[in-house]
């Protein structure tokens, strides 16, 4: 049974979330917190597994909370933000400073019953994630390659969730300006991913962003699949570019990886490197197997460097991955295999 402790400063969200998580046999709600004073309390009385944390609150902000929890009493937490361009810059600062997941409070693109079923997955996720106290980042690192030769036909595509959005910056910001062009599925609500994309764009040496309908994958750019959508790449000639779309969750999720990395078999084949990084479900496995199918290199991060070591194990389980990467060496490995 997971236990968690909700702090949020809206008794109606209170509300919400503790009547969509008592509907899930495996999680118990164990007390619910106004502001960042009363959880503290209740954090030493109860003990939680997991925290879910607003940003915006009296007395004290989240972040502010975020980075005591983190430096005396390391505890999962999973940051839940309005959707506001000022909410999800601060909801990307959060994940830097030791939050596992970022999450859309019910209202505007979700419903309250997908709330319901993502907070849930979030919450299972986040029990089983390598919690640790924060270091300081000593920013991007170089790394040694090969030669890149006749990137115009290569794609690199990589699907990532709980504890993706650090492993993501660990490989973009070692990825040099000729890189072949990246697409990505990370688990992340709307105007998050465009968050996190700018902050990336900001500390690599490739062009990161937010893909939008018919965006070209180049070489040395990156486009990161918006929240609420899914991202496929399709190809005209000898140009690839990508269909962004809504549909149906797939594995409980927009943007899913799966329908990426199936669409990249389709479309590059061989030419293409798919990459499965930490997080919980199954998502990407079946894609993954499609890709190598279609004669694609493939990759899986490995459990010692993995928050939460289940999207790579799924996909290893299928016996699809050519290697299995720590996150450190992850960046070369793409660049070998390219």
């Known amino acids: 049974m997971v236990k968690v402790l909700i702090v949020?400063?809206?008794?109606?969200?209170?509300?919400?979330?503790?009547?969509?998580?008592?509907?899930?046999?495996?999680?118990?709600?164990?007390?619910a917190a106004p502001d960042p004073y009363v959880a503290r309390d209740m954090i030493v009385k109860l003990s939680p597994d997991v925290i879910?944390?607003?940003?915006?609150?009296?007395?004290?902000?989240?972040?502010?909370?975020?980075?005591?929890?983190?430096?005396?009493?390391?505890?999962?937490?999973?940051?839940?933000?309005?959707?506001?361009?000022?909410?999800?810059?601060?909801?990307?600062?959060?994940?830097?400073?030791?939050?596992?997941?970022?999450?859309?409070?019910?209202?505007?693109?979700?419903?309250?019953g997908e709330m319901g079923a993502q907070l849930a997955d979030k919450i299972r996720a986040a029990s089983r994630a390598r919690v640790m106290k924060r270091v300081a980042s000593g920013g991007a690192m170089a790394t040694s390659r090969k030669a890149i030769t006749e990137t115009t036909n290569k794609v690199i595509a990589i699907g990532s969730s709980t504890g993706g959005t650090e492993a993501l910056k660990e490989i973009l910001t070692r990825l040099p300006p000729d890189t072949p062009?990246?697409?990505?599925?990370?688990?992340?609500?709307?105007?998050f991913t465009k968050s996190f994309a700018d902050r990336m764009n900001d500390i690599c040496r490739i062009n990161v962003r937010e893909g939008q309908a018919n965006d070209s994958v180049l070489p040395g750019t990156c486009l990161i699949a918006p929240g609420n959508f899914h991202m496929l790449l399709r190809r005209s000639g000898a140009r690839y570019y990508i269909e962004v779309k809504s549909g149906p969750m797939v594995h409980h999720q927009r943007p899913a990886v799966d329908p990426l990395f199936k669409s990249v078999a389709k479309y590059a084949g061989a030419n293409a490197v798919g990459v499965v990084l930490t997080g919980m479900g199954s998502d990407g496995a079946d894609g993954l197997k499609v890709m190598?199918?279609?004669?694609?290199?493939?990759?899986?991060?490995?459990?010692?460097?993995?928050?939460?070591?289940?999207?790579?194990?799924?996909a290893i389980k299928t016996g699809c991955v050519d290697k299995v990467v720590s996150l450190r060496n992850m960046p070369q490995a793409i660049l070998d295999f390219v």
């Not at 199918?293 to 799924?314: H, I, N, R, Y």
């Open 181 to 191: 062009g990246i697409v990505i599925a990370q688990h992340m609500p709307p105007n």
């Open 52 to 112: 879910t944390l607003d940003i915006e609150m009296p007395r004290m902000d989240g972040i502010t909370f975020l980075k005591k929890i983190m430096a005396h009493r390391p505890l999962p937490v999973i940051i839940v933000s309005s959707l506001t361009p000022k909410g999800s810059a601060m909801a990307m600062e959060a994940l830097e400073s030791g939050a596992v997941e970022v999450l859309a409070k019910p209202g505007g693109s979700f419903t309250v």
């Open 292 to 314: 190598k199918e279609a004669g694609a290199k493939t990759l899986a991060q490995d459990e010692a460097s993995s928050v939460v070591f289940g999207m790579p194990k799924e």
């Open 8 to 31: 949020d400063d809206s008794a109606i969200v209170r509300k919400i979330f503790t009547e969509q998580l008592s509907q899930a046999k495996d999680i118990q709600v164990v007390g």
